[in-house]
């Protein structure tokens, strides 16, 4: 592990003098601003035949990535290794610890890129960067002090986990984690106060000029809406990431031991992806509510302009990923011996699935030819066409999120035998809910068709609360109707090599997913810095054609897919010389 030491050096270096650097170069830009934002006359997209925007792109993306990643697996292997003091199971600890081990190199690639995304933004965009300094001045300086105190909280909680590992101790090693998660969380909300006030700015002028308080410009209207949304997508990303790493190693061990612990391994870092992944639609909404109050020309652009059909990549990427996880949850069910009582649900789930996923990729007006629309009779087709607007689709995402729960309940079930007396009541009520809750969700959806369309949005309410409760209700009911129940052994590792592969579909998938995302929101600004203070007179001033941005994307996701591999090879590395050097002793 001398390369990942190396690498955190170099990383500690940037994180603590790099900003500093950085605000001392952005300074030189902003003594050029007097009150308002000039025209961008100092920026340089092209240098030597480079494409400063693509740099730029590239670069803040696998930050982002990279970024992500490392903020959610810290949140999950504190929560890890509470489990395992509360249970007093040890693979919780070890498992935590293997969370974090992973997490060191990443962080050190993190900073390496978050300080390349800092000289090009300087490079590319000085003009910019001198108006936003200008902003957040004060906010730019506590976010540099806070990432220098992230890294060592970061180190000291990995490198002191054997030397605190037992008794008391145990909870200072904890708390240690608690404030790295803290740091780590405030570093993401600030960042998103920076990329939300472009989008939506707050405490300045029309013209630009700043009025009021740097907190006034972090709680924009977009602000809180992007912090959950970010929040609930990088624990879905960080669970999805482990997961390929623990399909990583299953794949690669022939111990039956070590496969079972990586089995297990993958199993949570699924539930932990798909746990952030259920209510991130939701949360998507209220973000997109939030820009159509804010801006309706934006909302337009994003649902109904240029922007709409990618809409449509993003389910059918959602759509992959449902049917990963749920094709792995299926799989699942060959380690415990009553699984098979279970399995032949499997087929109606299944169904209801795939018919959502085809819901909701049905688009609602067809990009066609003259002759296309003259023998079909419009851009919408009589049969399909109602499928493209939002109550179907509602209706088929809540669908498919209470079906993808009910396939973690049914291992759930399947690994424990209750032994109360109310146990057959206690699971006519689960499915009593199921029902109920399904029926109201489909007659919100068909509510949807025959009311105003002022209510159709409000429609979706019901629909929400529907899936919520399906979800609360049976996990409080299975608590209390599995309790002291007779457990079934789970044969962990006995588990086939293509149930892997979902679990590498997820991490591909969720990475394409929050490139085309990143890409639709910075587009929503269309030739706008700032949006409506600060404009782009570069060259590049323009929303990337789709294909154009596709090629970008998934670009930036190989190169990351490349960068994770690599860390989970120098991770194995690591453990075969620590298992030959034991050999030899």
């Known amino acids: 592990m001398k390369l990942s030491r190396l690498l955190a050096l170099f990383a500690a270096f940037v994180l603590l003098f790099a900003p500093e650097l950085a605000l001392a170069a952005a300074d030189q830009a902003a003594a050029v601003l007097e009150g308002a934002p000039k025209p961008s006359r100092l920026d340089y997209p092209m240098i030597g035949g480079v494409s400063g925007r693509t740099v730029v792109w590239s670069a803040a993306q696998m930050h982002l990535f990279l970024a992500a990643f490392v903020l959610a697996v810290p949140l999950f292997a504190i929560a890890t290794e509470f489990m395992s003091v509360v249970t007093g199971d040890d693979r919780y600890d070890s498992m935590a610890r293997e969370f974090m081990k992973i997490t060191m190199a990443a962080y050190s690639l993190t900073a390496l890129v978050g300080g390349g995304l800092l000289l090009s933004l300087l490079v590319f965009y000085p003009h910019l960067m001198g108006y936003m300094v200008k ?183 959602i759509g992959t990923i449902m049917l990963a996880a749920n094709y792995y949850l299926w799989s699942g069910l060959m380690r415990t011996d009553r699984g098979a009582e279970y399995a032949k649900y499997v087929k109606y789930i299944a169904v209801v699935v795939v018919g959502g996923f085809l819901v909701w990729l049905t688009p609602h007006t067809l990009i066609l030819t003259a002759n296309e629309i003259q023998n079909l009779g419009g851009t919408h087709h009589k049969i399909l066409g109602p499928l493209g607007i939002m109550p179907a689709k509602n209706t088929a995402v809540n669908l498919m999120l209470v079906m993808t729960f009910l396939s973690f309940q049914l291992f759930y079930r399947s690994s424990r035998i209750p032994t109360v007396s109310w146990a057959k009541s206690g699971n006519m009520i689960v499915v009593a809910l199921y029902v109920v809750g399904i029926t109201n969700i489909v007659s919100a959806g068909i509510y949807g068709y025959i009311t105003p369309t002022v209510y159709k949005v409000g429609a979706s309410v019901p629909q929400v609360v529907s899936t919520l409760t399906i979800i609360i209700g049976s996990v409080l009911i299975d608590v209390f109707r599995l309790r002291g129940s007779k457990p079934e052994k789970v044969y962990w590792g006995r588990m086939t090599n293509r149930s892997q592969y979902a679990l590498f579909v997820l991490p591909v998938a969720f990475t394409w997913l929050m490139g085309l995302m990143g890409y639709i929101r910075s587009s929503l600004r269309t030739n706008w810095h700032v949006y409506t203070i600060m404009k782009d007179n570069s060259p590049e001033n323009y929303i990337p054609t789709l294909g154009d941005a596709g090629n970008v994307i998934t670009a930036i996701t190989l190169g990351f897919m490349a960068i994770m591999v690599f860390v989970f090879w120098l991770s194995r590395l690591g453990q075969t010389k620590q298992k030959g050097t034991e050999d030899a002793a």
Do not use: C
């Open 135 to 317: 902003v957040f001045r004060g906010q730019m300086l506590i976010y540099a002090m806070l990432f220098g105190l992230e890294s060592i909280t970061l180190y000291v909680y990995f490198y002191s986990w054997d030397a605190l590992r037992r008794g008391n101790r145990k909870w200072y090693h904890m708390s240690i984690g608690l404030l790295l998660n803290t740091v780590g969380l405030t570093l993401m909300f600030i960042a998103n106060a920076w990329v939300s006030f472009m989008m939506s700015p707050a405490g300045v002028d029309p013209t630009g000029a700043v009025t009021g308080t740097v907190w006034e410009a972090t709680r924009n209207p977009l602000w809180n809406p992007l912090n959950l949304h970010r929040f609930l997508a990088n624990i879905a990303y960080g669970g999805a990431i482990v997961g390929g790493y623990a399909a990583y190693m299953f794949l690669a061990e022939k111990d039956p031991e070590k496969k079972a612990h990586y089995d297990w391994m993958g199993y949570t870092s699924n539930f932990i992806a798909i746990l952030g992944f259920i209510p991130l639609p939701f949360a998507g909404y209220w973000l997109m509510a939030e820009i159509y109050a804010y801006s309706q020309q934006m909302g337009i652009t994003a649902m109904g302009g240029i922007l709409a059909w990618l809409f449509i990549i993003q389910a059918v990427l």
